[in-house]
């Protein structure tokens, strides 16, 4: 592949850094990319609609393209994770698409569910379901000005009408979201970073964030409001404050800081703060290795939000009466980790996926 933007370079080297994928990339000769359409697309492990869910990309995600079967397509996400989507739910993109597509001053979904119409209007037909941490380009119109020193002068405005803003889907396809449920992406994500600087502001902006996903059922593999499994729950949160997680509970365990939740063998929550992962499974002993299998947020004073059966509240105490049943065998403090060399843990605002690199 010519590839001709150094920008592209890094996106290609953050897909293979976590897979030997690059390999068979290579044997069909180049890479192909996409950028996803659906407002929560499913990724499953086989290419058919009873295979098991493995994971959702959001609406505007960056994904590579591996493998085709019938009207299946296989991508990597940026987790990285590998796994098998609907055709339809692809814009597919070359390099200097690809590029375009990261410099376009784009929108965040803020609400937690919403609808692009066809018009500035919630009583127009809908064009698409809209959710929290999708994204889509802003619709600009060109005003050409032909009087005095501006004559001829052409320059663009973000359309608004109506408490509504245009908007652009990757396909192309335009439309109209109320103005109130969605952010500057740019300038979200970088007051993010700047967020993430300060850990006691952002522990309560992670709390807050969770909070939104009360109530939501459980669904293996889900990783968006509309349904989310544990560490689905965690990335959803981190990524709503402008922080990417690993996909899966037991990569999450290695990313962060370790914090030390037992003393003298015995479980004790007072070295935690806000925030903290909790991970739950089967301590590491002589002769068997750890093994996790769920993760949950800590909120403080003993209490921690998961997705179990439905996302709820739970006690670390036993003898309370919404103790889920389990004691966390690790912590890990993702809050000041973050972009730090070997952390596992990278801002949205430093990542190739989402916005283009020096």
Not at 105 to 134: Q, R, W
Not at 197 to 219: D, Q
Request: glycine share 8%; net charge negative.
């Amino acid at each position: 592949m010519n590839v001709s933007h150094s920008v592209v370079l890094v996106l290609a080297a953050a897909c293979i850094q976590a897979a030997a994928m690059g390999q068979e990339a290579a044997a069909q000769g180049e890479r192909h990319w996409a950028v996803t359409e659906f407002s929560a697309n499913f990724m499953r492990e086989k290419p058919d609609y009873p295979a098991e869910l493995g994971d959702q990309a959001l609406m505007g995600t960056i994904v590579e393209l591996l493998d085709t079967s019938a009207y299946w397509v296989k991508i990597k996400s940026p987790e990285p994770y590998t796994a098998w989507v609907n055709e339809m739910g692809l814009v597919p993109m070359d390099d200097k698409e690809l590029l375009d597509y990261l410099e376009a001053p784009k929108y965040i979904c803020t609400a937690s569910y919403s609808h692009i119409y066809e018009e500035p209007s919630l009583n127009s037909p809908i064009v698409s379901d809209f959710v929290m941490g999708d994204i889509v380009r802003i619709m600009y119109k060109q005003i050409v000005h032909t009087r005095g020193s501006l004559q001829g002068y052409t320059e663009g405005r973000a359309v608004l009408k109506k408490k509504f803003v245009g908007v652009v889907l990757p396909s192309g396809k335009t439309g109209y979201v109320p103005a109130e449920d969605v952010d500057i992406f740019y300038k979200w994500a970088k007051d993010s970073y700047e967020m993430i600087g300060s850990p006691e502001k952002c522990r309560n902006n992670i709390l807050e964030a969770a909070s939104k996903f009360l109530g939501v059922p459980y669904m293996w593999g889900g990783t968006s409001i509309k349904n989310v499994d544990c560490s689905g729950l965690a990335r959803c949160v981190y990524f709503m404050n402008g922080i990417l997680l690993p996909r899966n509970a037991s990569q999450q365990a290695q990313t962060g800081s370790d914090v030390g939740i037992f003393i003298n063998g015995e479980f004790s929550s007072r070295d935690l703060l806000p925030g903290d992962l909790l991970f739950f499974g089967r301590a590491a002993t002589d002769s068997t290795s750890e093994r996790v299998t769920h993760v949950g947020i800590y909120l403080g004073e003993g209490k921690y939000i998961h997705s179990s059966q439905v996302v709820r509240v739970s006690s670390l105490n036993p003898a309370a009466e919404d103790y889920a049943g389990r004691q966390p065998i690790r912590a890990r403090r993702i809050l000041g980790e973050v972009d730090e060399k070997g952390s596992g843990v990278v801002s949205l605002w430093k990542s190739p996926f989402y916005f283009t690199q020096n």
